[in-house]
């Protein structure tokens, strides 16, 4: 199994929204470079275990550039991170934008264990009949002397 820093090191910046047909796109160098940086970024900080911090430079990748390999990678570090509901979004876009790239059965497997957990967790929220209040008494209140 690749490492973190490997299966990050894949991605390359690209052009277009998360949420955007994918269309041919002019690239703009600077666009381009800043999208590389922030994407230099997110990895030094994945690598170091800054979930949160590599995701949002990823992220920011994504908006300049839109490379669909940076979907997997907002994935991995959002799932990381535990915000569960982008790491899913991010996740099925990737799947759509590269139905033939070798990590789709991973990320395909990874998907479906965050839906069921999410599934799992959202019947635990629900309350249990069985449950009811403790009656607590007053507390004695000491005297003073």
Not at 116 to 126: A, K, P
Request: aromatic residues 6%.
């Amino acid at each position: 199994m690749p490492s973190p820093r490997n299966r990050l090191a894949e991605a390359q910046p690209a052009q277009v929204d998360v949420q955007a047909e994918v269309q041919p796109v002019q690239v703009d160098e600077s666009m381009d470079a800043e999208a590389r940086a922030l994407f230099a970024a997110g990895q030094i900080a994945y690598d170091a275990g800054r979930f949160e911090d590599a995701l949002f430079s990823l992220q920011q990748a994504y908006e300049r550039s839109a490379r669909p390999a940076l979907l997997f990678n907002i994935g991995m570090a959002a799932d990381r991170a535990r915000h569960d509901e982008v790491a899913m979004e991010a996740f099925e876009r990737f799947i759509e934008l590269q139905p033939d790239h070798p990590m789709i059965p991973r990320v395909a497997a990874r998907l479906q264990t965050l839906r069921s957990q999410q599934r799992t967790e959202s019947n635990e929220d629900e309350p249990n009949e069985d449950l009811s209040l403790i009656h607590i008494s007053e507390p004695t209140r000491p005297r003073l002397i």
